[in-house]
């Protein structure tokens, strides 16, 4: 029998390594790509992160502050209605005296004996009249005689009024209940009609005045409750009692007042206060300032994740705000505010979201 011709050992070693190259290069390879790689990012993992947080809309009362000042409900100047010596002034200034107490006397020099003499005079006329009138039905005195008569006692009585009248205008009592602040006259001095003799305050009910600007005319009406901010941080409780229907002319804002109690009287009328105008409580979202961004088109707003995960940009109105913390409504009731990697993603972005506490364990 023929023998098979036999490779060189070289070629046959040759011809191994090849085989061996080849099934290194492709069956290893498909024993690899059977599985993914552990390190190979995922979809989710590729996303840019951002902190979120779910803010809740809660009710909150705004209020408005405006400066203003504090001023006496009530405040007159006592002036005198005749000319005439004081004769008696019996309060001192800064007494507290009551409704219709007397301030202040002027010598009323013949008043009294004049007035006497008109009430005799209207006496006698009566008693004229009377008895005309008698005759009159005995057709003993004529029609022209009893109208005469009449006129004559219309007279007196006029002429009486009038005394009374001048001799009232010489006691000058109070028109309220409050304190004499001012007395500008003492015993013996002469005054003229008109003239300023003190002037009288009644610091138990006060106005506290400022101007609304007139964006907020809409915020604030009557009745609403303010508290009135003393300097030293004292508060007064009272509520708006006029908003005034046109604005003024050089500032355009409204005159506003809050009537407030003093019952303590303290003296604080003329001084400043700030009025803190509490509004209707309404839906809103207490947020950081910092969460605040402007759009393209510079509308105020805050950016948020919906439910795709999808970066959103909502407007906001903004009630108020201070350093540490912003109320703003426009939101929805329940909403996923980015805090954290906002200013590195756009609306229309789709984000991976994770809370502060995914972002510590992470850490």
């Given at each position: 029998?023929?023998?098979?011709?036999?490779?060189?050992?070289?070629?046959?070693?040759?011809l191994?390594?090849?085989?061996?190259?080849?099934?290194?290069?492709?069956?290893?390879?498909q024993?690899?790509?059977s599985?993914a790689?552990?390190d190979?990012?995922?979809?989710?993992?590729?996303?840019p992160?951002?902190?979120v947080s779910?803010?809740?809309?809660?009710?909150?009362?705004?209020?408005?502050?405006?400066?203003?000042?504090?001023?006496?409900?009530?405040?007159?100047?006592?002036?005198?209605?005749?000319?005439?010596?004081?004769?008696?002034?019996?309060?001192a200034?800064?007494?507290?005296?009551?409704?219709?107490?007397?301030?202040?006397?002027?010598d009323p020099g013949?008043?009294?004996?004049?007035?006497?003499q008109?009430?005799?005079?209207l006496?006698?006329?009566?008693?004229?009249?009377?008895?005309?009138?008698?005759?009159?039905?005995?057709?003993?005195v004529?029609?022209?005689?009893?109208?005469?008569?009449?006129s004559?006692?219309?007279?007196?009585?006029?002429?009486?009024?009038?005394?009374?009248?001048?001799?009232?205008?010489?006691?000058?009592?109070?028109?309220?209940?409050?304190?004499?602040?001012?007395?500008?006259?003492?015993?013996?001095?002469?005054?003229?009609?008109?003239?300023?003799?003190?002037?009288?305050?009644?610091?138990?009910?006060?106005?506290a005045?400022?101007?609304?600007p007139?964006r907020?005319?809409?915020?604030?009406?009557?009745?609403m409750?303010?508290?009135v901010?003393?300097?030293?941080?004292?508060?007064?409780?009272?509520?708006?009692?006029?908003?005034a229907?046109r604005?003024?002319?050089?500032?355009?804002?409204y005159?506003?007042?809050?009537?407030?109690?003093?019952?303590?009287?303290?003296?604080?009328?003329g001084?400043s206060a700030?009025?803190?105008?509490?509004?209707?409580?309404?839906?809103?979202h207490?947020?950081?300032?910092?969460?605040?961004?402007l759009?393209?088109q510079?509308?105020l707003?805050?950016?948020?994740?919906d439910?795709?995960?999808?970066?959103?940009?909502l407007?906001?109105?903004l009630?108020s705000?201070?350093?540490?913390?912003?109320?703003?409504?426009?939101?929805?009731?329940?909403?996923?505010?980015?805090?954290?990697?906002?200013?590195?993603?756009?609306?229309?972005?789709?984000?991976?979201?994770?809370?502060?506490?995914e972002?510590?364990?992470?850490s």
């Amino acid at each position: 029998m023929r023998s098979r011709p036999s490779l060189p050992p070289a070629l046959l070693a040759l011809l191994l390594g090849v085989g061996l190259l080849i099934w290194l290069a492709f069956g290893d390879t498909q024993r690899f790509q059977s599985q993914a790689p552990a390190d190979r990012p995922t979809d989710r993992d590729s996303l840019p992160r951002v902190e979120v947080s779910l803010s809740r809309a809660q009710p909150h009362s705004p209020h408005v502050r405006l400066q203003g000042q504090l001023e006496a409900r009530q405040a007159v100047d006592l002036r005198a209605r005749r000319a005439g010596t004081v004769s008696e002034l019996p309060h001192a200034q800064g007494d507290r005296v009551t409704d219709g107490e007397r301030l202040v006397t002027l010598d009323p020099g013949d008043l009294p004996a004049r007035i006497e003499q008109a009430r005799a005079q209207l006496a006698l006329n009566d008693s004229e009249l009377e008895g005309a009138r008698k005759l009159s039905g005995r057709n003993l005195v004529s029609n022209n005689e009893l109208l005469r008569l009449k006129s004559e006692r219309a007279t007196s009585l006029a002429q009486l009024a009038t005394l009374r009248e001048d001799l009232d205008d010489t006691r000058i009592d109070a028109p309220f209940a409050g304190t004499l602040d001012r007395l500008d006259v003492d015993p013996g001095d002469y005054v003229q009609i008109g003239e300023t003799l003190g002037q009288l305050v009644d610091i138990e009910r006060l106005d506290a005045k400022a101007w609304l600007p007139q964006r907020r005319i809409d915020d604030v009406s009557e009745g609403m409750p303010s508290a009135v901010i003393l300097l030293d941080g004292r508060r007064l409780d009272g509520r708006v009692s006029f908003l005034a229907s046109r604005a003024d002319d050089a500032t355009r804002s409204y005159p506003l007042e809050v009537r407030v109690s003093n019952p303590q009287r303290l003296r604080i009328a003329g001084a400043s206060a700030t009025l803190d105008i509490t509004l209707p409580a309404r839906p809103a979202h207490r947020i950081s300032p910092a969460l605040l961004v402007l759009d393209e088109q510079g509308h105020l707003g805050v950016k948020s994740v919906d439910d795709d995960d999808t970066v959103r940009f909502l407007p906001i109105e903004l009630i108020s705000a201070d350093a540490t913390q912003a109320w703003v409504g426009g939101l929805p009731d329940e909403v996923r505010l980015i805090t954290l990697g906002g200013g590195f993603v756009e609306p229309g972005q789709r984000v991976t979201p994770v809370t502060a506490d995914e972002t510590r364990d992470a850490s």
